[in-house]
């Protein structure tokens, strides 16, 4: 079992906190789906989140606070500050974005502020491209979990590049790896960890579905079904069939 | 001795004590901060009366309830029914799918009923037009609500209320989370402009998946922009993003929003409870009706209503709390 900086998850579903239509959805949400960890932006919210913080630490899982609006090394790294003061906790989803309209992580800035925040005593979650050098970079940084985007935050298209993904999965067997943005729909959480991811990381596909707490059950079930389908080792794909009894003594060569 | 004290003169106070007065009970109403002005949040609303547009991230009540507030501010104030305009630009279209099946009580309009309805928004080819929906200037509809109450001999105090005052109704917002600890502040920030080349006659909608925006016409050329959403309490200063955000939505609707004049800066705390609906509480001798979120104007109505059924007629509204000691 691959931990998280030595913490095992009870749920590996990861569930943001933003956009729910309030706080009491967003709780029954966390509730029905039993997610493990929640993350948590304070870029935006300044100083003065410290009510709603307070809410998410009530949720009683554990806090991934993240560094999401941040474009350069300097926010990024001045919000991690912030995040280990007001959440108490190492633990810090390092985003920092390069393009507007794609959200796409910076990952040369991504790799920077990862040297930095690690060497200040940070475990850090970078939120990553499927580009392996730079997950090679990423751990020679200090990280110890690597988190590839399945597809542009909030876009919902699910896992664009499965082949990139299925390369890093095989490129670091022994790396916690978590499927971060992307997804829309639990068979694109599901498909994920059928990939061997540990873990699932999404917020709008639920935060914004009609019924938000319908949604992160799915979600939560998906899941584990994809963990259950990795650990059955699943049979491999061919062109044709295959049947299940045997063809002899029925007239096949006719 | 009036039969009730209204404390706090926000659109929930001045509902509260102007249906209260309605129903042939007496009212004082005792803010520290004087008559309705820019202490207040309501005086930074956007005055849409938009129970369907809101529906598609609100919950059932506010569909419902903020039906009765078109009529209930038309006897009262200037309400302008023109209906709202939903629209969104040809990159964000499955947004508008999905506004449109989070609600109801609208008709999908195409370019030509949009360029029929406002002109100036004839490059947009898909929209929602919710015709029911209506609009007010919510700083009118404050000095309405208070020019009505003192025409009806209601006492306003610029003080701070009395300690042991009888049947208070607290309806400070924020400022009561002193007894209500399950209020937050949500930050919203706002401009108005003055864009006197562009006319837009309805409340208008720009749909994007990070910075949504509305746009009310306050006539003259003026428009209220807003507003932003942000779980924080620091109600000092709009920041240079949300400003940004705020000006290149109202861009991207129509250009010629870049000449327009900044004429206010508006940035204060929206009082919620947690599932963001409002409620009537009664602690101790006092009742407590808060949480009107960004429903201010919306929902005011329905929980004047509530107060009232509850201190006149012991009725329990669905916004009341269980009662606690």
New interface residues.
């Given amino acids: 079992m691959r931990t998280f900086y030595g913490t095992e998850l009870s749920n590996p579903l990861m569930l943001g906190t933003a956009q729910y239509p309030s706080p009491a959805i967003l709780e029954q949400a966390f509730r029905d789906s039993g997610a493990g960890v929640a993350t948590v932006s304070l870029r935006r919210e300044g100083g003065a989140g410290q009510t709603f913080w307070q809410m998410i630490q009530d949720l009683g899982v554990l806090i991934l606070p993240n560094t999401a609006g941040c474009h350069t090394v300097k926010e990024a790294v001045t919000t991690a500050h912030m995040a280990r003061e007001v959440f108490d906790t190492k633990w810090i989803k390092l985003e920092l974005i390069g393009h507007t309209d794609s959200l796409q992580p910076d990952v040369f800035q991504l790799v920077e502020a990862a040297r930095i925040l690690t060497e200040d005593g940070f475990q850090v979650f970078p939120y990553t491209t499927d580009d392996l050098i730079v997950g090679e970079r990423l751990l020679e940084a200090g990280c110890e979990v690597l988190m590839p985007w399945g597809a542009p935050i909030g876009s919902g298209r699910g896992l664009n590049n499965e082949y990139a993904l299925r390369a890093m999965r095989a490129e670091f067997p022994d790396v916690p790896l978590v499927v971060d943005a992307g997804i829309g729909l639990p068979s694109h959480a599901s498909h994920a960890m059928e990939l061997g991811y540990d873990a699932v990381l999404l917020n709008t596909a639920v935060a914004r579905a009609g019924e938000p707490q319908l949604m992160a059950k799915a979600m939560a079930l998906a899941v584990e079904a994809g963990r259950l389908a990795h650990e059955a080792d699943p049979i491999e794909a061919r062109d044709m069939a295959e049947a299940s009894t045997p063809v002899i003594g029925k007239a096949f060569l006719s | 001795m009036s039969d009730f004290s209204v404390i706090g003169a926000g659109v929930a106070g001045l509902a509260v004590a102007t249906e209260l007065v309605a129903r042939g009970a007496t009212v004082d109403v005792y803010d520290p901060a004087g008559p309705p002005g820019p202490h207040g949040c309501s005086w930074w609303a956007g005055g849409m009366l938009a129970p369907w547009c809101e529906y598609e991230?609100?919950?059932e009540p506010v569909l419902r309830l903020g039906q009765e507030a078109i009529g209930w501010w038309a006897d009262k104030t200037d309400v302008t029914f023109a209906g709202t305009l939903v629209v969104a630009n040809a990159r964000d279209l499955p947004d508008l799918r999905?506004f449109s099946?989070?609600t109801e009580g609208f008709t999908d309009v195409g370019r030509g009923e949009i360029a029929q309805l406002e002109p100036d928004l004839a490059a947009f080819g898909k929209g929602l037009y919710f015709e029911k929906e209506a609009h007010l200037d919510p700083r009118k509809a404050l000095a309405d609500l208070h020019a009505g109450l003192v025409e009806k001999r209601v006492t306003f105090h610029q003080t701070e209320a009395p300690e042991g005052l009888g049947k208070a109704i607290d309806c400070r917002g924020l400022s009561a989370r002193d007894f209500l600890t399950d209020l937050?502040?949500v930050?919203g920030e706002m401009l108005v402009i003055r864009a006197p080349d562009v006319a837009l006659t309805r409340p208008v909608r720009l749909l994007h998946?990070?910075l949504p925006l509305y746009i009310v016409p306050r006539g003259d050329g003026v428009y209220m922009l807003g507003a932003t959403m942000?779980?924080?309490?620091?109600s000092g200063r709009i920041?240079a993003?949300s400003m940004l955000e705020l000006l290149s939505s109202a861009y991207a609707l129509n250009p010629a929003f870049g000449e327009a004049e900044v004429l206010e800066i508006g940035v204060d705390l929206r009082p919620?409870f947690?599932?963001?609906?409002p409620r009537i509480r009664r602690i101790g001798g006092r009742v407590y009706a808060n949480g009107l979120y960004r429903h201010g104007y919306l929902l005011a109505p329905a929980v004047a209503r509530g107060v009232a059924d509850l201190v006149l007629d012991n009725k329990h509204s669905e916004m009341v709390d269980e009662d606690r000691a």
């Fill in positions: 991230n609100a919950e999905r099946r989070r937050r502040g930050k998946p990070r942000i779980e924080s309490e620091d920041t993003r919620a947690p599932d963001n609906l």
